[in-house]
């Protein structure tokens, strides 16, 4: 399968702070990135889709200023958490999306833990 | 009701036996449906991909579809306690402008014991 990296893979901030995350699509490129959030023992949660070159789209209730998400390039995404307050803390993944084989699939970092204290 | 249900588990079984996972959905524009491992602190990989109805094979692990009851089915053969982790499942409908949606379950937690 694809690889997709994530950096940092730990993140222990204060509140008040922003963390930036960054996700790469290592062996392949990627027009479109997904952001998602994991709670201890739930599902993932999708945040916000990640077009190269234009505005992410953000899924309902998901603050657009709050997370910031830009796409420069067909190999990065990186998600900015601005102003992190505790209730930030959780497990963010991203994914990449690719059309190999006649259809799409999307393979995931292993993900950035986020503490905020 | 949510979309897709997983029952969470625990699920608890030997080493070498057939395990039988499975989801329900209830959106009967899904299409595509995956199976996803996650170990604990990583991030989920992708196992099993399967197109419409059907049942797909991949060494000790099988998929199978059922649209007409909104049922999937992942079932692992031979488990070892390798295959301890969360699956997740996974579907997405096609949707104009490519990008596909996961919409995913909550995942089942599995332990297979020696």
């Known amino acids: 399968g694809a690889v997709v990296s994530q950096h940092p893979s730990r993140v222990i901030c204060k509140s008040g702070t922003s963390v930036k995350i960054e996700c790469r699509s290592l062996?392949?490129?990627?027009?479109?990135m997904f952001w998602y959030r994991q709670f201890p023992k739930q599902s993932l949660m999708l945040m916000a889709t990640?077009?190269?070159?234009?505005?992410?789209?953000?899924e309902q209730g998901v603050e657009k200023d709050k997370f910031l998400i830009n796409h420069a390039s067909l190999t990065l995404s990186t998600l900015t958490v601005t102003s992190a307050h505790p209730e930030d803390s959780s497990f963010y993944i991203c994914?990449?999306?690719?059309?190999?084989?006649?259809?799409?699939?999307?393979?995931f970092g292993p993900g950035t833990r986020l503490l905020v204290l | 009701q949510k979309e897709v249900e997983q029952d969470p588990g625990p699920l608890s079984v030997p080493e070498g036996a057939i395990v039988s996972l499975n989801c329900t959905y209830s959106?009967?524009?899904?299409?595509?449906f995956m199976w996803y491992r996650q170990y604990s602190r990583k991030g989920p990989e992708l196992l099993m991909y399967?197109?419409?109805?059907g049942n797909k094979e991949d060494g000790r692990f099988t998929a199978q579809v059922d649209k007409s009851s909104k049922y999937i089915s992942l079932f692992i053969r031979d488990s070892q306690p390798s295959d301890s982790a969360t699956y997740l499942c996974?579907?997405?409908?096609?949707?104009?402008?490519?990008?596909?949606?996961?919409?995913f379950g909550t995942g089942t937690q599995l332990k297979v014991e020696l």
């Open positions: 994914s990449s999306l690719t059309s190999g084989d006649a259809r799409e699939t999307q393979y």
């Open positions: 062996d392949f490129q990627a027009t479109t």
């Open positions: 990640s077009n190269e070159g234009s505005k992410a789209t953000y």
């Open positions: 959106n009967s524009a899904f299409q595509y």
């Open positions: 399967t197109y419409s109805s």
């Open positions: 996974a579907m997405s409908s096609i949707l104009t402008g490519g990008g596909n949606k996961l919409t």
